[in-house]
């Protein structure tokens, strides 16, 4: 019970230092990895089945109607599923699923963030497939497979999915996948998905629904602060405004303040001006070729793609490449 309360009391430092550091830098930011409190997971649960939202439906066309050929891909030697921010696993379900077919030891070991999403598949996997063996790991993605190289010495297949490697810069991107491989031996392998170059106008509807879900969802953290960090954000004095440019492929979300105001957090005041921005979330767009340049900056070899219908996205499958120039 103690060392709970201190992980959970340095949790929240953690939280209140990134917050303080956001708001007092210039121009100011919000790190979206604390979006997904119990009410920002529900909200992107919600947001993943917009009509504007393709992204979730293209990838789950490609696991769910090539599960085989990607299973196969993946090669018959015995293999730990790793998963960086595994969500509620609506996706990797089907994966999951086969591979219980042809192994129904299959050992899988979400990572999340967020300890309500680590409890529902623990909860849940199990009793949809007896015999999965799923170990979640809550915590930051690198500090958890280092942890895995004591729970199995069986060889890993990392996933990391729903173009989640877009909510790095480019330059960030290859930093994320180096600090990757190097939680990684021979033999390992990544799939790993990328949202693809489009028309821009798809792009930018999928950032800002009709419904207002994906405002609610980034204005949720705000909320989430003032309740976890006592601060007195009045959410109705910002605004969510979502913006792409086709030229460098970055989808930008920030929050506007609508009027000179004052937030109170702990004992900082943070002054925010009239239409004063604040970062919230980049999703990248990738061409095929944008891909592959991230590969080899990173270390990695395609081995092979597997794409939706229209084109939209694709989920790669890497392998360590043999040397890389990590300069």
Known sequence: MKTATILQRTAVDDFYGDVLKGLTASPKYLQSKYFYDATGDALFQQIMHLPEYYLTRSELEILSGQTRDIADALG????????????????????????????????????????????HLQRTLPAKLPGLQVQGLRGEYMDMLKAMDYLSARRKVVMFMGSSIGNFTPDEAVKFCRKLREQLQPGDLLLIGFDLRKHPRTILDAYNDRR???????????????????????????????????????????????ADQTVQLGDHSIRFKKDEPVFMEISQKYSLDETRQLAAAAGFRPVQYFFDEKRWFTDVLWELAQTHNCL
């Open 212 to 258: 207002g879900v994906t405002r609610d969802f980034n204005l949720n953290l705000l909320t989430r602060i003032n309740r976890e960090l006592k601060a007195d954000f009045d959410i109705n004095q910002f605004d969510h405004f979502p913006v792409y440019d086709p030229i460098s492929g970055a989808c930008k979300s920030y929050l506007i303040s609508r």
């Open 76 to 119: 018959a030697t015995p293999f730990n599923l790793v998963e960086l921010g595994a969500g509620d696993a609506s996706k990797s379900f089907y994966l999951l699923k086969e591979l219980h077919r042809r192994n129904p030891e299959q050992a899988y070991y979400p990572i999340d963030i967020s300890e309500n999403i680590i409890n």
